[in-house]
T-cell receptor
Framework: GAVVSQHPSWVICKSGTSVKIECRSL??????MFWYRQFPKQSLMLMAT?????????EQGVEKDKFLINHASLTLSTLTVTSAHPEDSSFYIC?????????????FGNGTRLTVT | AQTVTQSQPEMSVQEAETVTLSCTYD???????LFWYKQPPSRQMILVIR??????QNATENRFSVNFQKAAKSFSLKISDSQLGDAAMYFC?????????????FGTGTRLQVTL
């Protein structure tokens, strides 16, 4: 089945530094990837939609200059949290949809737990 | 904008029994998709079942089935013969049609406990 790999699975960084999270589709080409954020015991909130070869579309309230998204290839999207602060600590999950029908199933990565100290 | 509401923060069911998780949603679209995802402690999101709004027949996947009431905008999940491995957070999700189908809106989740 389709596999989405997310790396790292957890990361601890100091306040003010930047962290990059990778989301890879291992056995299919992902024209669109989605980045979600999940606070403890809460739901997943969509942050942005990443389309290969074009700029990401951010949801209202998400700072595009703080959460940089790059989707340079059909198998890789990256989320960079710039100048991280403790309030950015959260669980970040990516999902990917293959090329073809818009209603093809989504595949989720295993998530990245970010802790900013 | 679409909204998804799960009114049961927590549910408990005995092993081998049946439990129903509730979900309601609000949309102005006529064609859309509804999903139930399971998130175990590993945090991996696992698709449980999917329903296309244009289909009147309720989706079924082994022990999992839905009761889709389009007019009432209700989409409940029934788990039959509950197993210990079913314990997890369950999220109801809405996906619009065309290009927004994959842009899911999630409910707040229901934590399901399965007891012996």
């Amino acid at each position: 089945g389709a596999v989405v790999s997310q790396h790292p699975s957890w990361v601890i960084c100091k306040s003010g530094t930047s962290v990059k999270i990778e989301c890879r589709s291992l056995d299919f080409q992902a024209t669109t990837m989605f980045w979600y954020r999940q606070f403890p015991k809460q739901s997943l909130m969509l942050m942005a939609t990443s389309n290969e070869g074009s700029k990401a579309t951010y949801e209202q309230g998400v700072e595009k200059d703080k959460f940089l998204i790059n989707h340079a290839s059909l198998t890789l999207s990256t989320l960079t949290v710039t100048s991280a602060h403790p309030e950015d600590s959260s669980f970040y999950i990516c999902s990917a949809r293959g090329a073809g029908s818009y209603n093809s199933p989504l595949h989720f990565g295993n998530g990245t737990r970010l802790t900013v100290t | 904008a679409q909204t998804v509401t799960q009114s049961q923060p927590e549910m408990s069911v005995q092993e081998a029994e049946t439990v129903t998780l509730s979900c309601t949603y609000d949309t102005s679209e006529s064609d859309y998709y509804l999903f139930w995802y399971k998130q175990p402690p590993s945090r991996q999101m696992i698709l449980v079942i999917r329903q296309e709004a244009y289909k009147q027949q309720n989706a079924t996947e082994n022990r999992f089935s839905v009761n889709f009431q389009k007019a009432a905008k209700s989409f409940s999940l029934k788990i039959s013969d509950s197993q210990l491995g079913d314990a997890a957070m369950y999220f109801c999700a809405y996906g619009g049609n065309t290009g927004t189908a994959s842009k899911l809106t999630f409910g707040t989740g229901t934590r399901l406990q399965v007891t012996l």
